[in-house]
C-alpha cells in the first residue's frame, strides 16, 4: 500500500486542473486496465484460430482450421496463404527468359538438334520443367522489363532432353555455363534472384558444376536429398523450394478421372508398394514382406517395357486397391507415389527418413500421411497399419482430398494449386538488395564492376566464378 499511496502526490504535481487523485480514482485506474488486457486477449483469440499449439497425434482442430482455409471447394472461401505468415498480399514480378535471347538455352531446351518435343517433355517425373515454364509464361506475376523483375526464371528441360538423347552430361554442364556467361542480371546478384528447375530425382546434379555456378540460386526440385551416389546434397533449406512432384494429368484434372478411388471395404490389400527395387534395401525388404504376406501387402513386379508393361490405367487401379500406400525412398528420397496416393485415395505411408515436403507452412502432413521408420521395414509395420480403424483412416483420406489441390499444377485462376504455393514461397526469396563478389557500389547507389564500370554498361560473355 505504501507505493499506492506514493502515487498522487506524482499524479498531483502533473495535473494542471488540480484535481486530487482520490482511492476511487486509482481503483478505477487499476480495473480500466485489468479490463483492456481481458479484452485484448479475447480479441487475439477471436481472430487468431491456429493459436493452438498442441501436439497431441489425436488433436485436429489446428488442422481442420488450415484445412478450411486451403479449401475453397468445401468451404466456399479463398485460399488464403497469407494468413500462415507469407504477408497480406501477393506482388512480385517475375522475368522469364526468352529461349532466343541467350545464346544455348534452345539447347537446353530442346537438344542440340532441336528435335526433343515439348510433349514428350511434359510426361513424367520431369513434367514439371515444363509446365512451371508454361504457367509463368501465362502469370499476371510475368515482367517483360529486367530492370523492374524481383526474380529471374531460366527455362531448361535438361531431364528430358538428357533422356531423349538431346545432350549429354558434358553438354549440358558446357551450354549451362555459356547461358550463365550471358546473363548481366545473374552476375549482378551472384545467382541469388534466379530460378531453375530440377525436378527428378538427379536434382540440381544434372548440372554437374552446379556448387560452383548456381550454389546461392534458388532451386525448384522435389528432390531434398541427393546422397546416395553424391557426398553433397544441392538442396539447401535457407534458399531452396521443395515443389510436388509431376502426378498424372488424368488423375488430378476436375470431372473425370482415370481410374476413381475405391470404398474401403471394396480394396483388397491393406497396404501396397508399386516400384521397382533399385537394390535399395528399403525396397528389398518390402518385396520380401509381400513375399511373406500376400494377402496383406500388394507389390507386383514391374514391367517398364514389352509386352507386359504395366499401362498407367493399369498401375493406377493397383495403386487405389489398398488403404495404404507405402513410399519408400529410391536413388533419392522422395518418391512421385506420395503425390500420386492423394488422387486415389489412400493414406501414404513414409518410408524414407530424410524426405523434406512442399508448403509444410500450410500442411500439418501428420494430419495426411503417415511416416514410419525405414529401419524397422517388416512385419511390425504391417501389424501397426492393420490396427488403424476404418474411421482414422477415412479421417485422413478427408484431410487428404482437402488439401491435394496444393499438387495440382494448375493456372492462377485456381484459387488453390501448385503455381499458387510456388508464388507465395518465391515472394519469400524477394531480396530488396542484391550483391555478389563482382559486384560494387558507390555513395548514389550505383552498381559497377570490378573495373568501376556501371551495370547498364556490362557486356556479355561475362567470367563466372
Known amino acids: 500500500m505504501a507505493s499506492l499511496n506514493k502515487q498522487p502526490r506524482s499524479f498531483i504535481a502533473h495535473n494542471h486542473s488540480g484535481t486530487p487523485c482520490t482511492r476511487t480514482h486509482q481503483i478505477g485506474a487499476l480495473l480500466l486496465v485489468a479490463a483492456t488486457f481481458f479484452l485484448t486477449r479475447v480479441f487475439d483469440q477471436s481472430v487468431s484460430p491456429c493459436a493452438n499449439t498442441s501436439l497431441s497425434v489425436n488433436n485436429y482442430d489446428r488442422t481442420s482450421q488450415i484445412v478450411e482455409r486451403l479449401s475453397p471447394g468445401a468451404y466456399g472461401g479463398p485460399f488464403s496463404w497469407p494468413q500462415r505468415g507469407y504477408g497480406s498480399d501477393l506482388s512480385i514480378k517475375i522475368y522469364v527468359y526468352d529461349q532466343n535471347e541467350i545464346d544455348g538455352l534452345k539447347d537446353l531446351m530442346y537438344g542440340r538438334d532441336g528435335n526433343v518435343k515439348t510433349n514428350a517433355c511434359l510426361k513424367g517425373q520431369w513434367g514439371t520443367q515444363v509446365k512451371i515454364h508454361n504457367l509463368l509464361l501465362q502469370s499476371r506475376f510475368r515482367t517483360k522489363r529486367k530492370e523492374e523483375a524481383d526474380l529471374f526464371f531460366v527455362p531448361a528441360y535438361v531431364k528430358c532432353v538428357r533422356m531423349m538423347g538431346g545432350l549429354n552430361d558434358k553438354e549440358i554442364n558446357m551450354t549451362y555455363v555459356k547461358v550463365l556467361s550471358q546473363m548481366p542480371y545473374f552476375r549482378r546478384s551472384g545467382g541469388r534472384d534466379h530460378i531453375f528447375v530440377f525436378p527428378s530425382g538427379a536434382g540440381a546434379h544434372l548440372f554437374r558444376s552446379w556448387a560452383k555456378y548456381i550454389n546461392r540460386s534458388i532451386i525448384l526440385t522435389p528432390e531434398g536429398d541427393r546422397t546416395d551416389k553424391r557426398d553433397t546434397s544441392a538442396f539447401n533449406t ?42 535399395k534395401v528399403g ?26 508393361k504395366l ?43 530424410q524426405v523434406e515436403l512442399p508448403f509444410q507452412n500450410v500442411i500439418d502432413y501428420s494430419q495426411t500421411s503417415i511416416k514410419w521408420p525405414s529401419t524397422r521395414i517388416g512385419p511390425e509395420l504391417l501389424e501397426y497399419l492393420a490396427s488403424i480403424p476404418d474411421e482414422d483412416i477415412e479421417g485422413m483420406i478427408a484431410r487428404g482430398r482437402q488439401v491435394r ?31 555478389s563478389p563482382q559486384t560494387f557500389w558507390l555513395h548514389n547507389g550505383t552498381i559497377v564492376n570490378r573495373d568501376l564500370i556501371e551495370f547498364s554498361r556490362w557486356k556479355p560473355p561475362m567470367s563466372l566464378p
Open 238 to 279: 535457407w534458399k531452396d523450394i521443395i515443389i510436388p512432384g509431376n502426378v498424372d494429368d488424368g488423375m488430378t484434372k476436375n470431372g473425370g478421372t482415370v481410374v476413381h478411388p475405391l470404398p474401403l471395404s471394396k480394396r483388397k490389400y491393406l497396404a501396397n508398394f508399386l516400384g521397382r527395387a533399385q537394390g
Open 405 to 435: 489441390c496444393l499438387f495440382v499444377y494448375a493456372p492462377e485462376s485456381e484459387s488453390c494449386s501448385a503455381t499458387q504455393g510456388i508464388m507465395w514461397e518465391l515472394q519469400r526469396k524477394v531480396r530488396q538488395f542484391h550483391q
Open 311 to 353: 499401362g498407367r490405367t493399369e498401375y493406377f487401379e493397383h495403386l487405389r486397391n489398398a488403404k495404404f500406400c507405402l513410399a519408400p525412398r529410391g536413388e533419392s528420397s522422395w518418391t512421385l507415389r506420395f503425390y500420386e496416393s492423394y488422387f486415389v485415395e489412400c493414406v501414404p505411408v513414409i518410408l524414407s527418413d
Open 283 to 308: 525396397r528389398l525388404k518390402l518385396i520380401e514382406l509381400a513375399k511373406q504376406y500376400p494377402d496383406k501387402l500388394e507389390s507386383p513386379e514391374l514391367k517398364l517395357s514389352g509386352p507386359d
